[in-house]
């Protein structure tokens, strides 16, 4: 890419990729691991983890064989979830959903083609699929993600819904389920997933607007537990009454 832009710094791109990746795993990686993850050479990886743990951002675990990122990390994400009005105004809501529910709720932002849970309060019931602040999933995988790119405006939705179709031709997926979704969200006003993030996981979803910001509230499910009858009854009409009051995107 440096090739192309002149501007583009591509040790800064190396160091980035190395961080993205071990905020999504579920833990520590090593660099060969990291090495598998961004395609960059281990010797590359080895002087990127070892700048990043000179600044204090990665620390190696405590079995000493691989990295993890540190709380200093939280000094870049906080300053932006401050930026947020909508994400204090939709938590008391949050909270809320997951006590009458049982089940865990969120609040998830677009990150290019994934989506960000920046808002989670998880449930009681004791099938509630755990969430992760910060953790992020593909737009197609994610009723959230459906959401979001059912709310936006017409051209624009369709520039980011031929994006996600070309991604997933690409990865050998077929784009024409993704497609059916968003049409139905934009139908019903709600978007609905079963089994397409991981087998027995599903997600019930409704994007809101507030102060020029899309959002979405979602609850994800066990689908070996949560019906899709009452996906689409009782916890679709509880995100819509919230919707409702934070600003509803689409007819609710």
């Excluded at 405590?62 to 994400?77: D, I, Q, V």
């Amino acid at each position: 890419m440096s090739d192309k832009d002149r501007q583009f710094v591509e040790a800064l791109a190396r160091g980035l990729a190395v961080l993205e990746s071990l905020s999504r795993a579920q833990q520590p990686l090593t660099n060969g691991d990291l090495a598998k993850m961004t395609g960059l050479a281990p010797s590359t990886v080895s002087r990127l983890t070892h700048t990043l743990t000179m600044m204090g951002y990665v620390r190696l675990s405590r079995s000493n064989r691989a990295y993890e990122l540190t709380p200093k990390n939280l000094t870049l994400g906080y300053p932006v979830l401050a930026g947020m009005p909508l994400l204090e105004q939709a938590r008391p809501h949050l909270e809320q959903l997951s006590r009458t529910t049982g089940e865990t709720a969120a609040l998830a932002i677009r990150d290019k083609l994934h989506i960000t849970f920046v808002a989670v309060i998880e449930g009681a019931n004791l099938v509630a699929v755990r969430l992760a602040t910060g953790g992020r999933l593909r737009i197609p995988v994610s009723a959230a993600g459906i959401a979001l790119v059912a709310a936006l405006p017409d051209a624009e939705r369709r520039l980011l819904a031929t994006r996600v179709r070309a991604e997933m031709t690409r990865t050998g997926q077929n784009p024409e389920a993704f497609t059916e979704a968003v049409t139905e969200c934009r139908r019903d006003g709600v978007a609905i997933v079963r089994n397409l993030w991981n087998p027995g996981i599903g997600g019930v979803s409704v994007p809101v607007y507030n102060q020029g910001e899309y959002a979405a509230l979602t609850i994800p499910v066990a689908t070996g537990s949560i019906p899709e009858q009452t996906m689409r009854t009782t916890l679709a009409d509880a995100l819509k009454e919230v919707a409702e009051i934070l600003g509803p995107a689409l007819p609710v």
